[in-house]
């Protein structure tokens, strides 16, 4: 019986002398995206994803499209946007864009947190970012679902749009990705 008591007591004595409070470390600070977005971007594909076939969890192939090359003469790798601390200017030569966004220059700002939960409910995505463009008083909001590839050798973005119909319900949302130049 004593063997036992001691033993509970050396246990005892041993465990709360090895505790010691916890260290993690430093994190660093947060990365400012700013920094990251600042320079040229070109089209490298454009996927258009049908929202509807998406919510009814049809399989990828039936809801996600690459539409890089359908349009005859008009390529999307001809859209160039440059990204500045505030302003944003864009070129859309042949590509389609038009239907998105104005060429131009303009400004763009960060879309708030608040603004982005209403967003991921809405496309579905988990859009960590977005931005809100004007050029020529035409508003755009463009969201960013990843942060990914941006630090890559070769920086890549991801860019989500939404299309709604005449009575404001989601149909299709257009993933672009950019590729810095």
Known sequence: MKILKYSLLICLVVMFTKCSPDHNGSFGGTVDRTIQLIGTWKIESVFQIDLDAEKKSFPEFATKVDITNTVTNMPFSD???????????????????????????????W??????????????????????????????QLFISTFSGITAPTPTLSLNYKRIDEVGNDVMRYEYILVKQ
């Open 111 to 140: 879309i708030s947190n608040d603004e982005l939960s209403l967003v991921n409910q809405e496309l579905g995505i988990n859009a960590s970012s977005g931005i809100t463009t004007s050029i020529n008083g035409k508003e755009v």
């Open 79 to 109: 859209f160039e946007m440059t990204l500045h601390n505030n302003t944003i200017s864009t070129t859309l030569g042949m590509s389609p864009m038009a239907y998105v966004i104005e060429e131009g220059q303009g400004t763009w700002n």
